[in-house]
């Protein structure tokens, strides 16, 4: 049975008994509406060693820009809680926005080089708000381990950054991306998507894909100019582009030219008012 726990202390409390017991906890970070990818992350956090899963959901204001969907971000809380329950996990932590912020904030968590680039280009306050509920979070759970996706890479790489800056006493395991049977990676906000929307936003993981391909079996070498092959097709699908970068997948800082290391390709397109992201790989 998954107990449900609304506020910080009981969460604290539930985390300390655990440990007492010789248990080792872990936590799932969500904001909830919760598909196979946030499942998977669940089952890792069980795979990886955690004997009791809190697993938090919290559509986290401060992360949120003034024009973004705070307000229309989708929530289901009776699908989460049989899911979770599924899933086995032990706890959920559900704050309201006035347990977590009980007043205005005026100290915030912030990581200051791999945040400013990609989404923190154009979200500029959204990393700030992220890092911050996140030890927020770590503090009222007090986990061994948590776990992030790999589907939000540039999130996952801050938060590491974040736990090793700042000495948190806590393991961090990054979760492979879950996707459609149609190659679309998994998100909350996938619901958004017109049908003819969503067919056009396979282009994210088709020209991903492609390029992966295409450098791996030595067909192309150039890891940029494959950059400008996938905003080209991701424009012709009607996508309007935000960034399409490579990277070096440890700093997440741009790859130069010419470079044979491993490169992780990372996008963010709009279809309509839906923005999404996605990122894969290439060794
Ligand atoms: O990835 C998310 O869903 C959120 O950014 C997180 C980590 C739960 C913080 O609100």
């Not at 990886?48 to 973004?68: H, L, M, R, Y």
Request: charged share 25%.
């Amino acid at each position: 049975m998954t107990q449900i726990i609304h506020s910080v202390s009981d969460l604290q409390k539930w985390s300390m008994e655990q440990k007492r017991q010789g248990k080792t906890v872990g936590l799932v970070p969500t904001m909830g509406f919760l598909h196979e990818g946030h499942l998977s992350l669940i089952d890792t956090a069980h795979a990886q060693g955690a004997d009791a899963v809190a697993v938090s959901i919290f559509v986290n204001p401060t992360q949120f820009g003034p024009n973004e969907d705070f307000d229309r971000y989708p929530r289901d809380f009776e699908h989460d809680r049989i899911l979770c329950e599924q899933h086995g996990a032990d706890v959920i932590f559900a704050p309201e926005v006035n347990d977590m912020y009980p007043a205005a904030v005026t100290c915030w968590v912030q990581e200051e080089e791999i945040s400013k680039g990609l989404c923190g280009k154009t979200r500029p306050i959204h990393f700030r708000g992220v890092t911050t509920v996140v030890t927020k979070l770590f503090n009222a759970a007090l986990p061994d381990l948590a776990v992030f996706g790999q589907k939000d890479a540039q999130q996952a790489a801050i938060i590491k950054r974040m736990v090793r800056d700042l000495n948190f006493p806590i393991r961090i395991i990054v979760s492979p991306i879950v996707r459609e049977a149609d190659g679309l990676a998994m998100s909350s906000r996938n619901k958004y998507l017109s049908a003819d929307e969503r067919q056009r936003a396979l282009t994210l993981s088709r020209s991903l894909r492609e390029a992966k391909e295409a450098l791996e079996n030595g067909t192309r070498t150039d890891a940029l100019a494959e950059c400008d092959v996938i905003r080209q097709k991701l424009t012709a699908s009607g996508g309007v582009v935000d960034y399409v970068e490579a990277l070096d997948p440890e700093t997440m800082l741009p790859v130069t030219s010419g470079s044979q290391r491993p490169v992780l390709f990372a996008l963010a397109c709009a279809y309509g008012t839906t923005r999404l992201i996605d990122n894969m790989k290439v060794d």
